[in-house]
């Protein structure tokens, strides 16, 4: 058990560092060596985990949905709501978070296939949206699969956007402000009223995670 708790360790540490260095540099510029100088291990141990640098990179694509945990609410469009906050909140300094929405919109290269990032999160939010729905909560006029993607591709162009401008410092008030404008036309009014959409909540529930232990802490995290 503890052979298995030390790589399921050096595991996350290797995709934390590979993720800064994407966030950094990009996934054309990364390379296997700057992912070994900042994770400090040895290539034998990188390559038992990862194959290559795609390997790695998609890894950290597949990773970013994976952490993004939020306590059950009542409202299920609450979920919805925290889960953007709380990613909002992490792609201030979350090395995951941070490299996997770099890799997700970057232009340029043929080399890495990017979709899977967005169709995991697409599929993350659909999932919701429908509990959602099941419950009543949502519209009927709503598609859910078409409200998922719409979410989906804003949410990218608002952290490029605030990445450019404020280096992600003010992605969750502009979160807010589109959940603001967006909201009235999903959730029926009796619900509506009922969300909380401060930008201070990704920071509180991120917090309330760690207390819990739901929240990605580094390498004691465990991941599959």
């Known amino acids: 058990m503890a052979q298995?708790?030390?790589?399921?360790?050096?595991r996350r540490l290797i995709l934390e560092a590979a993720a800064s260095v994407f966030d950094d540099l990009g996934y054309d510029r990364a390379t296997i060596a700057e992912v070994?100088?900042?994770?400090?291990?040895?290539?034998?141990?990188?390559?038992?985990?990862?194959?290559?640098?795609?390997?790695?990179?998609?890894?950290?694509?597949?990773?970013?949905?994976?952490?993004?945990?939020?306590?059950?609410?009542?409202?299920?469009?609450?979920?919805?709501?925290?889960?953007?906050?709380?990613?909002?909140y992490r792609l201030r300094s979350d090395p995951i978070q941070r490299g996997a929405a770099r890799l997700a919109v970057e232009q340029g290269s043929n080399h890495l296939d990017r979709k899977?990032?967005?169709?995991?999160?697409?599929?993350?939010?659909?999932?919701?949206?429908?509990?959602?729905?099941d419950r009543g909560e949502v519209l009927e006029s709503v598609v859910v699969s078409e409200t998922a993607?719409?979410?989906?591709?804003?949410?990218a162009g608002l952290q490029l956007m605030s990445n450019a401008l404020t280096n992600q410092a003010d992605l969750s008030h502009r979160l807010t402000v589109f959940f603001e404008h967006t909201l009235p036309s999903i959730a029926?009014?009796?619900?509506?009223?009922?969300?909380?959409?401060?930008?201070?909540?990704?920071?509180?529930?991120?917090a309330a995670l760690q207390r819990t232990g739901r929240a990605p802490?580094?390498?004691?995290?465990?991941?599959?």
């Open 4 to 10: 298995q708790d030390r790589a399921i360790r050096t």
């Open 36 to 88: 070994l100088e900042r994770a400090g291990v040895t290539k034998g141990a990188l390559y038992f985990h990862f194959a290559s640098k795609e390997q790695l990179a998609l890894a950290v694509l597949d990773e970013h949905v994976t952490d993004i945990a939020v306590e059950p609410q009542k409202i299920k469009l609450q979920e919805f709501v925290d889960a953007g906050q709380v990613l909002a």
């Open 116 to 133: 899977q990032g967005m169709i995991a999160w697409t599929r993350f939010v659909e999932d919701l949206l429908n509990q959602a729905r």
């Open 149 to 155: 993607e719409l979410f989906v591709g804003a949410f």
């Open 188 to 206: 029926v009014p009796a619900v509506l009223a009922k969300l909380k959409l401060d930008p201070e909540r990704g920071a509180e529930l991120d």
């Open 217 to 224: 802490t580094g390498v004691d995290v465990a991941v599959s």
